[in-house]
């Protein structure tokens, strides 16, 4: 309990006024606080990788890089333990949103998650089947058998990490034409892994035995994105939100479990804190965002993935959903960002990322649905976003900073501002200081 005390401590003091700091004195917060070397802080100063060389073994026909922003959010505390949150993200607002709600949890609440299952799934697809009943016997009998051989052949390196192949399933798909269609899943525990190589070579190398074992003839085989036996789930849990608040949450919760329409921006919103999570930490977020969409129309409606609830004065949310993500191999393991978003985050397995991951995409939920309930997007995000029109309407220097008080001034009358209202004010303080 007593180590317990003391990282709390430690954090409070690391998160407390932490947006309010410059570029070096974040680095140097970091340093002090042993989260980041000398060296990790030198490397991330001179804006990550400076050569093209390591890109040319992730991609073909490289050029170079692509740089999006990296920023750390602050204040989550995440199954009791403190978390920093690297997130690398272009658009504005999304860290700061993600801190604000995750400080308003942190004082109110709690964030708790927990990973069910843990095999991901392989396809093999048998396009028209012969005899289906022989090849369910075959599944039924003989499925062990492939196991066998895929751990032996292609999964002897999971094994000895206690993963491996597990079992064989069969599913009857029935066809337009009035046939049926088979496809065999393959079941894998990847460990640490994301596990699509493995489990697409598990696949191919099955090919010939089953072909040879049942006459059937196999189309294809894949892995499959919608990985329901490797779930997550995060609940959040505020007190004393007050009746009225959390009844407004809850309804707009139900608008997007209502309707496709609000379900899809709702669960874009989720999949700002998740992919941003998964980019830091060099995984394939297009595999996820897959899984997630297929498995928010589990029920054969699109529908929100996070579901919130008044409880008398308090709110809970809650969210399961498939996150199958690597901490070891791929980009995760050779690009230095990723290692050190890794090292920021302080986890231990894939599991813990995939929970932190799920935590922070309902987290980010929340404050959505807090803002739009409330005061409306436009209030939190254009302030910010008033940095990027400056920007755009090309101020520099000193200018920068007085034309962000002009928009914000614009911003507070008019309640909305466009890169015109920048180029405009531009243009006057300009004038002016020819004027002057
Ligand atoms: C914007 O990137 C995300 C939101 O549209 C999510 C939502 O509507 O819940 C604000």
Known sequence: LEVAGEIDAKFSQLFHGFSK????ERFEKLRQFGELSQDEVDYLKQGGIDSAELAETFI?????????????????????????????????????????????????????????????????????????????????ERGAE?????????????????????????????????GEMGVIHVYADPCDAMGANIINQVCEALRDPIERATGEKI???????????????AVVHLRGVGKEAAERIAEASLFAWCDPYRAATSNK????????????????????EAGVHAYAARDGQYRSITCWTAQDEDLVGEMTLPIVVGTVGGVTSLHPTARIAIKLLGIETSEDLARIAAAVGLVQNL????????????????????????????????EKELLEDQLEKILATTKRISLQHAVNALHNLRARDISQ
């Open 219 to 233: 189309a294809m085989c894949i892995l499959s994105n919608l990985a329901d036996h490797k779930l997550v789930r």
């Open 146 to 178: 492939m196991v066998n051989l895929a751990n032996r052949d292609v999964a002897s390196g999971l094994v000895r990490r206690g993963g491996g192949v597990t079992k064989l399933s069969l599913r009857r798909l029935p066809r337009p034409d009035g």
């Open 367 to 398: 404050g959505a649905l807090r803002a739009l309930t409330t005061v409306g997007i436009i209030e939190g995000h254009m302030k910010l976003h008033i940095r990027n029109l400056v920007v755009s309407a090309g101020a520099t220097g000193p």
């Open 60 to 140: 073909e026909n490289t050029l170079g890089y692509f740089q999006i922003p990296l920023g750390l959010a602050t204040h989550f505390v995440i199954d009791e333990k403190p978390r920093l949150i690297p997130m690398a993200v272009e658009e504005t607002s999304i860290i700061a949103a993600a801190s604000k709600t995750a400080k308003w949890i942190r004082e109110s609440g709690s964030i708790r998650t927990e990973a069910l299952g843990r095999e991901i799934i392989g396809q093999i697809q048998i396009a028209k089947v012969r005899d289906m009943n022989a090849l369910e016997n075959f599944v039924k």
């Open 269 to 288: 919103g989720v999949m700002n804190g998740i992919d941003a999570v998964l980019v830091a930490t060099g995984n394939d977020w297009r595999a996820v």
């Open 21 to 24: 700091l410059s570029l070096t």
